[in-house]
C-alpha cells in the first residue's frame, strides 16, 4: 500500500526526515524516496528496496542532502517523490493511492492537450504523475489538489511540498489517515502517527476526510476544511497498522485485543494453547487467550534477520516458498498438541493451508483456524491491498462460484455474507475441508467493527459485504 512522512523545520529537516519515512518499511516493499528543499533548491533520491531495508539503501544520501524542508515515502509499485515542473512552480509530490479510472483519466488529459505520460516497467503510468497531472489542470494549486481527490475513483492521500511549505491533503473519504506531529521549530506530517513519537514530536492534529493544510516550521494552517462523510479502512487496525499505531483514536494493538476477546466469547472448542501467525495474528491470539483462559504459546517463529517479506516477490508461488521458509518450528510446543491458531484474515488461503501442513508434519494433533476478520467475498478497490487481477483469486468466491454451478449474482454474494445463514455455513465448511482444518470459523463483521469503536458508518467493509 505504501506510506509517507514529510517535515518542516527551521532546521535541517533530514535526520527526522530519514527515520519517519524508515518507520514506515511495513506499508511498502519496493521503492523508497525522500526529497529536500533548502538553500541549494531542491535535491532528491529514489531507490529499489526489495532486497535491502530503506534504512541500508538511503544511509549515503542521508549524509549527503540538507534541507528545511523534506518529503519521502514507502512505495509499493512506482517510484518517487517525483520533481514537476509546472505553470505552479517546481515541487515534489509522493501520494498514496489506488486509481480505478486511470485510463478514463488519462484520456482527458490527453484530449485537454497533455503531451505524454511517462511509462513504468510493464508499461503502466506512474500513478503520482498522474495526479501530479491532474493538479495541473487547475490554475490554483489548492484547486488543483482539490481536483485531483475529487476525480479519482479509488482513494488518493498527497504531500506536495514547495518553496512555500509542505501541502498534505488527505483522501476525500478518509480512506488512509494523515497526521500531524508538532514540536519546537517543527512540524512533520505522517501516514502512521507512532512514526514521530521517537524523533521528538507530539500529536498537533488529525486530518479529515478531504482536508487540506500546509505546514512550515512556524505552524499548519488548514487551507480546506473536512467533508463529514468518511469511510475509513478498517483493515487498518486488522492488517495494515504497525501495533504501536493508532488511528482515529483507535489504538491498532488494542482493537486486535478486542478482536480476539470477542472471537473468545462466540467460540467452543477447547485446544491446548492459543497463537497467532506471526506478526499480525500476534495480537489478536493474545486477546482470545486472555479471554479464554487458555494458554498463549508461540509454537513457531518467523525468522526475520535476513528473509524478504513473503509477499515481496512478484509470483506468487515464490511468495509461498519464502513463506513457509521464513516459519521455524519449535516442535515441543507442538507435538500431540491441540492448537488453535489466529491469523489476520484468508486471502488465497495457499499459505494457511501450507501453514496447517507445516503443523500437522510438526506432530500437531489438531489445528482450529480463527481469521480476524470475516470472509474476504470482494476485491479492495480502494486500497492497494492485492494486485489480483480477478477476485477468484479469493478462496471464497472460488468456493462460492464452485456452490453456485457458476450462478453468481450480487445478491447471493449477500447470502454468503451473512453468518446467519445456510450458504454462509456451507461456504465455510468448503473451505475448511479445502484447506484441511480441524475447525473454522472466521470473525463476524458486527464484532469486529464494535472492536474498533469508533461509529460504523465511518469505517469501509466493502471487501467483506460490498457496501461503499
Not at 481469521?371 to 480502494?382: D, M, T
Amino acid at each position: 500500500m505504501g506510506g509517507f512522512f514529510g517535515v518542516a523545520s527551521k532546521q535541517d529537516c533530514v535526520f527526522d526526515l530519514f527515520f519517519g519515512i524508515d518507520y514506515h518499511s511495513h506499508l511498502g516493499t519496493r521503492r523508497g524516496g525522500m526529497a529536500v528543499y533548502g538553500e541549494n533548491g531542491f535535491d532528491r533520491a529514489i531507490h529499489n528496496i526489495e532486497n535491502s531495508p530503506f534504512r541500508t539503501k538511503f544511509d549515503k544520501d542521508m549524509q549527503e542532502m540538507t534541507g528545511n524542508l523534506g518529503i519521502g515515502c514507502i512505495s509499493d509499485y512506482e517510484p518517487q517523490p517525483l520533481l514537476v515542473r509546472s505553470h505552479h512552480g517546481t515541487y515534489a509530490l509522493t501520494t498514496v493511492s489506488k486509481i480505478n479510472n486511470m485510463e478514463e483519466l488519462t484520456k482527458q488529459l490527453f484530449d485537454n492537450g497533455h503531451s505524454h505520460f511517462l511509462e513504468m516497467s510493464g508499461g503502466d503510468i506512474n500513478a503520482t504523475e498522474l495526479i501530479a497531472s491532474l493538479i495541473n489542470q487547475k490554475e490554483n494549486l489548492i484547486e488543483g489538489i482539490q481536483y485531483a481527490l475529487e476525480v479519482v475513483d479509488g482513494s488518493v492521500s498527497l504531500l506536495l511540498m514547495n518553496q512555500a511549505g509542505i501541502y498534505a491533503a488527505r483522501d476525500k473519504y478518509g480512506r488512509t489517515p494523515i497526521v500531524v506531529g508538532k514540536k519546537d521549530d517543527a512540524y512533520c506530517v505522517s501516514f502512521e502517527n507512532f512514526a514521530y513519537k521517537n524523533l521528538g514530536y507530539t500529536d498537533y492534529k488529525e486530518l479529515g476526510p478531504g482536508e487540506i493544510v500546509v505546514l512550515t516550521d512556524k505552524n499548519c494552517v488548514t487551507l480546506v476544511n473536512p467533508n463529514k462523510e468518511m469511510k475509513i479502512c478498517t483493515f487498518l487496525w486488522v492488517y495494515y497498522g504497525y501495533p504501536s499505531s493508532a488511528y482515529e483514536g483507535t489504538s491498532v494493538e488494542n482493537m486486535r485485543y478486542e478482536c480476539g476477546k470477542r472471537m473468545a466469547q462466540r467460540d467452543n472448542v477447547k485446544p491446548d494453547i492459543v497463537a497467532g501467525v506471526p506478526d499480525s495474528g500476534i495480537a489478536h491470539a493474545v486477546g482470545y487467550a486472555n479471554e479464554s483462559g487458555i494458554p498463549f504459546s508461540r509454537p513457531f517463529i518467523k525468522y526475520t534477520p535476513t528473509w524478504a517479506r513473503s509477499f515481496m516477490p512478484t509470483t506468487q508461488k515464490q511468495r509461498n516458498m519464502i513463506a513457509k521458509m521464513k516459519m521455524i518450528a519449535i516442535e515441543e510446543l507442538i507435538r500431540d498438541k491441540s492448537l488453535l491458531l489466529i491469523d489476520d484474515s484468508i486471502v488465497r488461503g495457499t499459505q494457511l493451508r501450507e501453514t496447517t501442513e507445516f503443523l500437522y508434519d510438526s506432530g500437531a494433533k489438531e489445528v482450529h483456524i480463527r481469521p480476524a476478520c470475516p470472509p474476504l467475498l470482494y476485491g479492495c478497490k480502494y486500497l492497494n491491498f492485492s494486485r489480483s487481477s480477478s477476485e477468484m483469486d479469493l478462496i471464497t468466491r472460488r468456493v462460492i462460484d464452485r456452490l453456485e454451478n457458476g450462478n453468481v449474482t450480487d445478491e447471493i454474494l449477500q447470502e454468503y455474507a451473512d453468518p446467519e445463514s445456510t450458504k454462509y455455513e456451507q461456504m465455510v465448511e468448503e473451505i475448511r475441508k479445502e484447506l484441511n482444518f480441524t475447525t473454522l470459523r472466521f470473525n463476524r463483521l458486527d464484532d469486529m467493527l464494535d472492536s474498533v469503536g469508533i461509529d460504523k458508518c465511518k469505517l469501509c467493509t466493502y471487501c467483506w459485504d460490498g457496501r461503499e
